[in-house]
């Protein structure tokens, strides 16, 4: 600027450089002045490009968390991605669009809804994940989702049976188990009688 414009003044080039440096994110580094016998108005600050340069290539983690220890600091950190992660889920799988509701506490309560399902899947997700890990600790194991663990009971179905011409003989059959069911209802704390004929007709 000060080349193109020569006969700028030194209040001018010193507005213009501090906006310049304010968007490139440099002014911790420079301290702005005019220097109206060179015609300069930036000097380096040396000692905050010295720290950067000490520090360049780290992340430097504050917190007030004093008692927690370095590595679960760094795990929570790790897991503030989650946080964002969430609301895109909570649009998609869980559907919290369109808010069909007028008044405020009906959205307010539509929101919470979504949110505690939101919790459901992932303490799901956690525990389900916990129980690999007891029974496979040393193998490597694909990640595991909510949705799939909830999908994979589709295949859990109540059928119903009855003989032709006499409604009186009348009667119902659940699928079976298997080992995975099994151990994903032991990880989620659901009784696995449940998913007994007797115990689903009752809700049917």
């Known amino acids: 600027y000060a080349s193109k414009h020569p006969d700028a003044g030194g209040e001018k080039m010193l507005s213009r450089a501090v906006r310049e440096m304010e968007r490139h994110h440099l002014s911790t580094y420079f301290t702005v ?7 300069n108005i930036t000097a380096v600050r040396k000692d905050k490009v010295e720290r ?15 008692e927690r220890s370095a590595a679960e600091i760094i795990s929570i950190y790790k897991g503030l991605w989650r946080i964002e992660h969430t609301f895109r889920e909570i649009k998609s799988s869980l559907d919290v669009r369109p808010v ?8 307010a309560a539509h929101i919470w809804i979504c ?3 939101h919790l459901i899947e992932r303490i799901a997700e956690i525990d389900v994940r916990r129980m690999q890990e007891r029974n496979s600790p040393d193998r490597q194991l694909p990640a595991i989702t ?3 663990v909830f999908s994979s009971f589709g295949s859990i179905v109540l059928s119903e049976h009855a003989v032709k011409g006499d409604s009186a003989r009348r009667w119902f059959t659940a699928t079976e188990l298997t080992g995975w069911h099994s151990s994903v209802a032991d990880a989620l704390g659901i ?4 998913f007994t004929a007797e115990n689903t007709v009752q809700f049917v």
């Open 146 to 148: 909510a949705e799939s």
């Open 33 to 39: 002045e005019w220097n109206d016998r060179e015609k």
């Open 115 to 117: 949110v505690l399902a």
């Open 100 to 107: 069909r509701h007028r008044r405020s506490d009906r959205v």
């Open 191 to 194: 009784g696995k009688e449940v």
């Open 52 to 66: 950067e340069r000490r520090y360049a290539g780290y992340w430097v983690l504050r917190t007030d968390l004093e």
